[in-house]
Nanobody, 123 residues
Framework: QVQLEESGGGLVKPGDSLRISCAASGHILSVLYIGWFRQAPGKEREGVSC?????GNAHSVKGRFTISRDNAKNTVYLQIDSLKPEDTAVYYC???????????????????WGKGTLVTVSS
């Protein structure tokens, strides 16, 4: 089992930057990659960024998103720059034990999920 816990969300202004975290615990050696997804009100969950846990590929769908990891802390970060109101969403991290990070990251492929952290962008 793998447990994931997101943190760092909150209310920010347009143009601000924000870094949110995903802390992993449990059988983390089984995790091949961690992905960030987001779900805006009334919309489907969409993939945002992913990173392999033991080096190699990282992918982000938008240039304003930067993913990084700290293996010593078992934590993956998502930095979001130039925040826009349309970035308002619940951000979830998921863990996949069967595949590596790629542009084809899929919500349906994730094996574990956190409960999410809400990011609200408003002036």
């Amino acid at each position: 089992q793998v447990q994931l816990e997101e943190s760092g969300g909150g209310l920010v202004k347009p143009g601000d930057s924000l870094r949110i975290s995903c802390a992993a615990s449990g059988h983390i050696l089984s995790v091949l990659y961690i992905g960030w997804f987001r779900q805006a009100p009334g919309k489907e969950r969409e993939g945002v960024s992913c990173i392999n846990m033991r080096g190699g590929n990282a992918h982000s769908v938008k240039g304003r998103f930067t993913i990084s990891r700290d293996n010593a802390k078992n934590t993956v970060y998502l930095q979001i720059d130039s925040l826009k109101p349309e970035d308002t969403a619940v951000y979830y991290c998921g863990a996949d034990v069967d595949a590596y990070c790629s542009e084809y990251m899929s919500e349906g492929a994730m094996d574990y999920w956190g409960k999410g952290t809400l990011v609200t962008v408003s002036s």
